[in-house]
């Protein structure tokens, strides 16, 4: 395996290596976004759009809290469509959950105690701060993508039974790009 302490010095160094820089990518980026693209979103109703949203948010949910974190990685991909970033490199994901539901809990008017859902936050992702990503998942390319969905399905363990709604987790690989996963607690998978 790879040692853990070159990739910090490789994004220090050489920024431009990062996944979303490269034109290697651009077409695949391009290609995705027309694909996920639903036809909706180019009907003449503004109305008709915003209930589309609303209806893939999980069903008109009214409240959100946000919380915060970061966690500092390793980790390379494999495959010519990952231009530079098949090499070794490093990234620190600002990490946003945000609480999604229908009402406030009652009395206590809030979404979730900010507290005990930092607290949950943190346990997550300390399962993967300061990790290569390649050695706690050999199968995989450890996408910003594929991050969201795994921190998703850690948060949902520490909620399930303590919050009913949705939940999005969103992390920024750079100050210019960023992927989320949204789904319910208590879904498929969760
Ligand atoms: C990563 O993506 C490449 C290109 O599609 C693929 O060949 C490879 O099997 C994937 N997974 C890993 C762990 O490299």
Known sequence: ????????????VLPAMMRGFTEATAPALVSRTSAAVPSAHFSSSPMKNFATSMHLRGGGERYSLGLRDSIMIAHSFTGKEFGPAQNMHGATYTVDVEFH?????????????????MTMLKKVLGEYNFKNLNELFPGENTT???????????????????????????????????????????????
């Open 1 to 12: 395996m790879v040692a853990v302490n070159s990739p910090w010095l490789t994004l220090l």
């Open 144 to 190: 910003t993508e594929f991050m969201c969905k795994k921190i998703f399905e850690g948060l949902c363990v520490e909620l399930k039974g303590k919050f009913k709604g949705s939940i999005t987790v969103k992390l920024w690989e750079s100050h210019s790009a960023w992927a989320s996963y949204t789904n319910d607690i208590g879904a498929d998978g969760c």
């Open 101 to 117: 539901v229908e009402s406030l809990a009652p009395r206590l008017n809030w979404v979730l105690d900010i507290g005990e859902g």
